[in-house]
């Protein structure tokens, strides 16, 4: 803890200290050498107290959506996009599908929860990312000169994707399938060049901005469409 503010502290075989500032809450996480003091690491982080309150400031003020009730006249995103909900109830498998600039229609069979409504639009929204990553993974894996031996989807609470270079497992959070493509497109990016360096040091900065010159102004759009109720809960 300093001045107030819960530090996650990591010891690794660094040879410089990293700290960083994390969604959704400004988690505050340190990446420490392994023979830096720990009074070396309340330093760093003491002179960084400025910085660190500037970007949880941020983090808080991001609009959050209350919890989604799956109901006519919601707002829901797709692509970065924001589309009101409309729910029709008729037999058969769950549909999901957009109808003109701004409607995102549900189809559910009568009665249904708000739970199996939910898991209905998840579903729709896995599959519209499983469209769309594979040609991402593609076209960035040859330019990079890397190659994932696994890729998927799942909920998390703090990450928009993780990777984990030693076996080459990429994983993408569902909630990536409400950001714009471009964003998606980021995130993958990111994650492949993991495979390449596995630090966020300045090397992999470099081939960040070598490859995808644009990507911090991506980062900043990530957080622009507003956080949904359960993906950040603690």
Known sequence: MVAGITVEVVRKDIKNLHLGVYPPHGRVRVAAPLLVSDDAVRLAVVDK????????????EQPRQSLREMVNGESHYFL???YRLRV?????VPRVAIHGL???????????????RETSLQHWYRQALKVRVPPMLTRWQATLGVQASHWGIKRMKTKWGSCNPDTKRLWLNLELAKRPEACIEYVVVH??????????DDRFVALLDRHLPAWRRLRQQLHEVPLGHHEWAE
């Open 49 to 60: 107290l400025a910085w660190i309150r500037r970007q949880r400031e941020k983090f808080e």
């Open 80 to 82: 970065g996009q924001r």
């Open 88 to 92: 029709r109830e008729r037999e058969g």
């Open 102 to 116: 701004d409607t995102l229609e549900l189809s559910v069979r009568p009665g249904s929860t708000r739970d199996q």
């Open 191 to 200: 994650e492949l060049v993991h495979l390449i360096e596995r630090r966020h």
